[in-house]
């Protein structure tokens, strides 16, 4: 098991404009983590220095042991080839064999309702599919940990309400969830615990009905007045 | 003008009669392009999705440098060949020199740093977009440079036949380490070159529009193919 | 796959292709350099397919400038050298690049000029004379200035005519650092002179104005010489295939072949092997 990730110190700086300040925590295994915060406040930038495409300029990111994380993306990028293929495709890369691969595709793409447009090419599927799609990917590497980053953000209420349900299904199938969303009432709806970010700052850390019902910082009330920008 | 009608009534007169010679000159410049752009596009099409991936100090003068190649001039490629090539040069044991395949090298050099240098641009292109969920899948410098020349084929197909056009225009360099022997190393550029230093222009101009027909064509057929394959990709 | 075994694995197909794209069955043949001369005025083209008939030994030929063709023997790319330069040859043979030259045939140079004519020419055959007018009337002259046979005689008249035509150069003496063919359109552009061989001028088809307007003078006469390149050299020299071209060449059948060439009326080689 990977879990738990220990941040420590965390600093992350870009032309000398400071992105995520000195942020130390653990994400422990089991709830799902939604990262809650107003634009700019770091929420992408903090998940994707914890999933390793960026580096810290300072501090670190300790993961618990090793093991398969993998991210699905605010605009799902689909190679040009067809829906199954990109599932195929990233289990290859994660050293699975060709028969094993298919066969595991075969049955996530099921598992997420995209049977019937399996052998369609992927870049023309719509957004909805193609987020589903994004989302059969990283189930299927079986990961410790999926990081999601606004995975609804360009989506329609019913392709919103099936990208929902996909996520609870890998959650319950034993893989961490760490989650951005802009959506208050997704978080609800998702999250088990949230992570509060002003500022790049580790504002308020709480349980999904406590941050909502009580929120303590100052910040975090602002915010859910809809006050802060 | 009359010139160029008389060049026009010669081009339609030498594909309508296509005689045996001209076939043979027709085919083997073909040939000749053809295998050159396959060797070109083994080696350039990895060296630009690698240059467009890989970070390492140098790759910006590594880049300039190749984008300069682009410019080569054939004359100076061919000379190059053809002291390498000669029984003098350092292979001339192989007796390559004034043999097809002397052309093929010749135009494989000249077409590699083109080839390289726009397939560079594009998969750097397409790099931006996909840098992040390969790297999210954990691919390694070469395994995204293979999936990026796959995914931007398209867009590299016309890299590859701007490479073609390039190969099959060319005569200096095949002019030198060809020699343009009658029935052995004749192709239509050198064609065009000898009947033009004969003074028969009309044929010359007639053979040269022969020639840009051949290109169009190819162009166009490789055009319908990507299209097609473009709307079922997306 | 690892990045080294898609190398690998590109460098044997480049490998297989530039193998494939050899000649699959390797006709017996030589490599002959000769002139423009021979080539563009269309003799090989007559006389080639005979002997290639009668032997089934393809003859390949490069034709360049005497000057280059002579280099390109020099480094060992021919196998036969077949020109018209007697001084250049008999140097080429006391550098050791050939045993021995033999004389095979002589053509004849011409002087060709705008109708206009306008350094006054008048015709006749002197051909001095007629250079000595050209330098004084500064009319244009266009020349091959390649080192090729007939740059070479070019120069020998002016020589000969005590004139030395750089003087002229940029103004009304122009070289064009190219084969006859070019050199000829280029006379034809701008109603020059030009010194040119009667063969190529007679395929010649962008003549515009220019005619024949010096011929005729003993001076004008142009021996071609036949040499096989020294396996002493060389050791890759083809010497019995090489030799066998050239025993032909001077045989009466050779020299006949020669002989039959004609563009219209006219013939443009003499044979001439003793």
Redesign the interface.
Known sequence: MMLPLNLKALCFVVANRPIIRDMSCEITAGPKTVILGPNGAGKSVLMRLCHGLLHPTSGSVAWHGRGRQAMVFQRPVMLRRSAIGNVIYGLRLAGVSRKEAESRAAHVLEAVGLTAIAQRAARVLSGGEQQRLALARAWALEPGVLFLDEPTANLDPNATRDVESIISAIHASGTKIIMTTHSLGQARRLGDEILFLSDGRLVERAPVDTFFRRPKSSEAVAFLQGELP | MSDISAALAEALRLIGGMDAQLAQIVLLSV??SL?AV??AA??AL?LGACLAIARFPGRQALVAILNALMGLPPVVVGLLIYLLL????PL??F?L?????AM??AQAVLVTPIIAALSRQVIEDAWI??E??L?????G???AA??LL??A?FALMTVVLAGFGRAAAEVGAVMIVG??????TRVMTTTIA?E??????PLALGLGMVLVAIIIGVNLLANVVKLTAQK??? | MSGYKILFKNIYLVLFLLWASQPQAQNKFIIVASTTSTEQSGLFKHLLPVYEKKSGVQVRVVALGTGQALDMARRGDADVVFVHDKEAEEKFIADGFSVRRFEVMVNDFVLVGPKADAAKLGGGQDIIAAYKKIAEAKAPFASRGDKSGTHAAEMRLWKAAGIDPQTGKGTWYRETGSSMGPTLNTASAMNAYAFTDRGTWLSFRNRGDLVIVVEGDQRLFNQYGVMLVNPAKHAHIKRELGQAFIDWVLAPEGQKTIAAYKIGNDQLFFPNAR
């Open positions: 040939r000749v295998v396959t060797i083994l080696v990895p000669s029984r003098a040069g001339g044991e007796g020199l004034f043999t097809p395949t093929i090298l977009e996909y992040e969920q790297r999210s899948l954990n691919a410098t070469v395994a293979r999936t796959w995914d084929r020699g343009n022997i009658d029935g052995v000898l033009t230093s004969k003074g028969d222009l079922r990709h997306g």
